[in-house]
Structure formats: structure tokens, C-alpha cells
């Protein structure tokens, strides 16, 4: 037997956390909607209000990032858009995306612990901190600093966006190199404190950043196909051996 407490059929209606789709057509937001299969009940517009911030926040990077080079490389190869949309969800891991899952576990399976306690271990242990770090931004990531003086305004700023905001600080005082809260740390940390279990975390990058997926994947479908690949003299280092011919031995055995 399936079970489900989402959605349901009665009739020629449709039942979305118990309310007639009919119903919610027209009268709220994606942002709403999206709030209501999630969490089972309606958002205020303080809830509503955060959620769209984070989503915003997470839209679109650039061309550069793993994911949206798998997109538009896989559409290059021939492919229609689903194929690069799913592509691009694919290369969401630990290093890009999956982090906002990592950091929303960590800081809701150790809120008890101290910042100090938890950078000591992961650093102790050669491991990343997820949410943390940033490619270009060094000094601060201006999305997260956003979203958490959002969650302020609204409400949302409690002890998840503070042991957030303690870890950046001993991550420093610690590494002796500031490694900034990223876009991840932020939405998980607002994430955590609006009630929303870490397993969802993925989820969150996955409604953020398939609009610009979507988007990139459908240009890419004008480009001349094949058009993703590297150029080996200027993109490749080659490491491997030298030309060589294959020992006699070899040839002509069947
Ligand atoms: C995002 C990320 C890949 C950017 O990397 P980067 O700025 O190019 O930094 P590098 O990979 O060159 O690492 C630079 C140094 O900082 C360290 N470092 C970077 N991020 C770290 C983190 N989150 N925790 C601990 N150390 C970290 C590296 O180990 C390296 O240390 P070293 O100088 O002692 O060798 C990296 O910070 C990271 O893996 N962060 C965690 C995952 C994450 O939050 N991803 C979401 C990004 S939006």
C-alpha cells in the first residue's frame, strides 16, 4: 500500500493538504504553494516573505558551476531539455548545493554543542564545514548577508542563524583565514530555524535553481551542437604517457 499525507483525488477534485487546488489557483503565490506541499499548512506572509528571499537568493550563479556545465554540456551532446535540466540536478553534491543539506544537519544535530566544539572537530578531522568558504567572495557573501538580515527583520534570526554566525567566527580564529558563510549556510540556518527538517535541504537548492537550469538548458539548445567540448590544446594538460606503439605480441592474435 502507497501512503501519502500531500495530496488526494476525491471525486473530480483535487486536495492539496486538504485544500481544493481550484481554490489555491489564483489565490496563492508559487511561494505559498510550494510552502503548503512542503510543510502541510499555509505560510504567513512573514514565512512566505523569508522563503522567497531564499529562493531569489539561490536562482542563478553564472554560466561557471558544475551544475549548469552539465546542463548545457549534455544538451550539447544532442539532448532535449529534460535530459540537461536533470543533468544539472544531478551535479548537485557536497561542494555545490548539497552543502545547504550538510550544514542544515550539522547545525541541527549540534545546536547543543558549542561553535568552538564543532570547528574544532571537523577541522581536527581534515573535513570542510559545510556552508562556509567561497570561490570569490572572501570578505562576506553578499546573499547571506541578505537573507540573515532578512531573517532578522522577520523574525527568523534565533539560535540556528547564531551558531551560524559563531562558527564563521571560529572558523577564523581557528584556520587563521576567514572562510565566509556562504548562500548554503545561510538558507540552512534560516531553513533550520523555520522549522524544516535538514533532510528537505537539497530540496530547497533544487526549487531555488531549477529556473535558472531551466533557463540556461533552453539556450543552450540554440547553440551548434557539440559546442561543449574542450579545446585539448588550451584546456588539457595531458599527464599520461607518450606516444607508443603497441608490442608485436599484440597484433594479430585473432
Ligand atoms: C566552496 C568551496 C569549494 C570554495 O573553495 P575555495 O575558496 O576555492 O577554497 P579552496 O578549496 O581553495 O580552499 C582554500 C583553503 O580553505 C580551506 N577550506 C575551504 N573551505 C573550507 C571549509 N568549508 N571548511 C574548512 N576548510 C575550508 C581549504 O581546505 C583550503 O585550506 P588550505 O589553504 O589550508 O589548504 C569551499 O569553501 C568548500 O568546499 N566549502 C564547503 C562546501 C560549501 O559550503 N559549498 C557551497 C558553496 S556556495
Not at 570547528?119 to 559545510?130: A, D, H, M, N, T
Not at 559546442?227 to 590544446?233: A, C, I, Q, V, Y
Request: charged share 30%; aromatic share 10%; glycine share 10%.
Amino acid at each position: 500500500m502507497w501512503k501519502t499525507a500531500i495530496s488526494t483525488h476525491v471525486g473530480t477534485k483535487a486536495l492539496v493538504r486538504g485544500y481544493e487546488l481550484e481554490e489555491l489557483v489564483g489565490n496563492l503565490t508559487f511561494t505559498e504553494a510550494i510552502y503548503l506541499v512542503l510543510k502541510g499548512e499555509l505560510p504567513t506572509e512573514k514565512e512566505r516573505k523569508m522563503l522567497d528571499v531564499m529562493f531569489v537568493a539561490t536562482i542563478e550563479h553564472s554560466i561557471a558551476p558544475p551544475s549548469v556545465i552539465a546542463a548545457r554540456a549534455v544538451i550539447s551532446g544532442g539532448n532535449s531539455l529534460n535530459v540537461g535540466v536533470g543533468a544539472g540536478i544531478l551535479a548537485f553534491g557536497s561542494a555545490h548545493g548539497g552543502a545547504l543539506e550538510d550544514i542544515m544537519k550539522l547545525l541541527q544535530e549540534n545546536i547543543n554543542k558549542t561553535a568552538e566544539e564543532i570547528v574544532r572537530e571537523y577541522l581536527s578531522q581534515g573535513k570542510r564545514i559545510p556552508g562556509f568558504g567561497h570561490r570569490f567572495f572572501k570578505d562576506f557573501d553578499p546573499r547571506a548577508k541578505k537573507i540573515l538580515s532578512y531573517a532578522k527583520e522577520l523574525g527568523f534570526y534565533g539560535k540556528y542563524c547564531q551558531l551560524a554566525e559563531d562558527i564563521e567566527k571560529e572558523i577564523e580564529k581557528q584556520k587563521g583565514k576567514k572562510l565566509v558563510m556562504n548562500v548554503d549556510g545561510a538558507i540552512a540556518a534560516v531553513a533550520s530555524e523555520m522549522g524544516f527538517d535538514w533532510r528537505l535541504g537539497k530540496g530547497f537548492f533544487i526549487i531555488g535553481r531549477v529556473p535558472g537550469l531551466v533557463a540556461h538548458t533552453y539556450e543552450e539548445l540554440f547553440e551548434k551542437p557539440f559546442s561543449k567540448r574542450l579545446d585539448e590544446e588550451k584546456d588539457v594538460e595531458y599527464l599520461g604517457k607518450e606516444h607508443r606503439k603497441l608490442p608485436e605480441e599484440y597484433k594479430n592474435r585473432w
